[in-house]
Every structure is written in C-alpha cells, then in structure tokens.
C-alpha cells in the first residue's frame, strides 16, 4: 500500500515542480492601487506586497508602512505653507518657494536632470541625496532600474521595487513640493532613512 501512494505522489510533485514560477526579476510587476490619491510612491517587495507607501491629496502629504498610521504627515496651510511632521510629535512649518523647500533643518533644492530631476539637501537634519529619472533611480549609493513595467526595481535585491503612481510619475514635471515631501517623508533619499526591506 505504500508503494502505491509513492507512485500517485511522484507524478504530483514532478508536476509541481515543472509549474514552478520564474524567478521574481522576470514576474510581472503591477503597480499597486493606491486609492483616490493625486500621487503616491509605493515600495513594494516579492509578489507585489505592499510594505510602505507614500501618498498625496490637494491638501495633505502622509508616509507610512502598511497597516499603520502614517509617520509623517503635512498639511497644506491657507497661507501656502505645509506643517506637519514626524508622529505629529515634531511639527514643523515648511515653505515652498521656487525649486527650494526650507523651514527648521530642512533645504531640500529641486533641480532637473536629463529624463527627470534630483533632490539634494538636508531633510530634518539629514543629507538627502535622489536622482530619479526614465532609465532608474539613484539613492545615496542604492540603485535602481527602471522596468519595463515602470517599477524601479533594487539592483541590490531584486525582490524590492518602488512604483510611481499617479502625477508622481510626471518625471519631466514632478509636483513640487509633494513629491519631495512623500519621498523624504518615507526615507528614500535621506541617508538615514535608507528604505531597506528585507
């Protein structure tokens, strides 16, 4: 009677492993829906797991990982600034004037580069360093290759991309201040801050 089950298990599990997924660099990746947002940034890892997001409305910038309330949140103040901060523990009032954003330990400067733009700065005391544009992203060191699904995908660590969803992915046009406030907010670009998923 043993042998019999064997025999029906065998052909089971060859047949299991002649259906095995192709790795991960070569699945398709979707971009995540991120509700009714303008913009968002969406860090993802393995089959499109959702492990942080950073969204933005006419009137508010908030980041966080999922399933939590956001770490940070701006709101946009009838004067034009955006206050906000770190758990609401740090508020802070920040301005947008030209391609400069600034207020307490913050100067983060907007310039366009061949395909997209670049941040540069301090961000809450941090040095921030992002280059995004149509081939890839750059952060402090880590890199990343664009797909032709659009997410950028670890160079590092297949296994983690980011996806641009909505008016962030206007690269020749990116909103500012919104998307520099989602993208620190979240840590991509500031060197602390480093978004690693493991």
């Known amino acids: 009677m043993r042998k019999s089950s064997w025999g029906k298990l065998v052909p089971l599990l060859l047949a299991a492993c002649a259906t095995t997924p192709p790795p991960i660099a070569d699945r398709d990746r979707v971009a995540p829906d991120l509700g009714p947002v303008k913009g968002g940034i969406a860090w993802l890892k393995n089959d499109n797991y959702l492990v942080r997001s950073a969204l933005w ?7 966080g990982d999922r399933g ?13 600034t955006w ?6 523990n740090e508020t802070s ?4 004037e030209g391609s400069r954003l600034t207020g307490p330990k913050v100067n983060v ?12 700065g301090l961000w809450f005391g941090q040095y921030v360093d992002l280059v995004v544009d149509a081939k890839g992203a750059r952060s402090h060191g ?9 997410a950028y ?20 046009d990116p909103p500012w201040p919104e998307f520099a406030l989602a993208a620190l907010s979240a840590g991509w670009g500031v060197r602390i801050g480093v978004v690693i998923v493991r």
Not at 57 to 63: F, K, L
Not at 158 to 172: C, H, K, N, T
């Open 109 to 120: 400067a907007l310039a366009r580069v061949e395909g997209g733009f670049q941040l540069t």
């Open 93 to 96: 009032e920040l301005v947008a």
């Open 83 to 88: 206050k906000g901060g770190w758990q609401q």
């Open 142 to 150: 880590l890199s990343y290759v664009r797909q032709a699904s659009g």
């Open 57 to 63: 409305s006419d009137a508010r910038v908030a980041a």
């Open 68 to 80: 939590g309330p956001p770490s940070r949140l701006f709101t946009r103040e009838p004067n034009g």
């Open 153 to 172: 995908e670890s160079a590092d660590d297949p296994s983690q991309y980011i996806f641009l969803v909505g008016d962030a992915a206007r690269l020749e």
